[in-house]
């Protein structure tokens, strides 16, 4: 199994970017996809999540600003991030738990190697 995270980079506050989880190796449809970040010194953190039916859990951190979505029949999830601020700077991963619940802990089945996400003021 192998999840690929990318779309990370620079990006001024107020803008946006979309990260991409692909994933190989699994039966994508029957996973929820989830995105965990860990900013510079802290703790992995729940980003937001998706099931195989799309519905969706997000941080309150995050909620309303940004939007994740999945497209199952290229085995890729999405995480459009929005209205960034500095405090946003991490290290985004993704991750597949299977079944159709969303976890905003670390006990997933699978990771990626994550892409960084550094919002500057």
């Known amino acids: 199994v192998q999840l690929q995270a990318s779309g990370g980079g620079l990006v001024q506050a107020g803008g946006s970017l979309t990260l991409s989880c692909a994933a190989s190796g699994l039966t994508f449809s029957t996973y929820t996809i989830h995105w965990f970040r860990q900013p510079p010194g802290k703790e992995r953190e729940f980003v937001a999540g998706i099931t195989w039916s799309r519905r969706t859990n997000f941080a309150d951190s995050v909620k309303g600003r940004f939007t994740i979505s999945r497209d199952n029949a290229k085995n890729t999830v999405y995480l459009l991030l929005n209205s960034l601020k500095p405090e946003d700077t991490a290290v985004y991963y993704c991750?597949?738990?299977?079944?159709?619940?969303?976890?905003?802990?670390?006990?997933?089945?699978?990771w990626g190697q994550g892409t960084l996400v550094t919002v500057s003021s």
């Open positions: 991750a597949a738990k299977g079944g159709g619940v969303i976890l905003t802990t670390t006990r997933q089945d699978y």
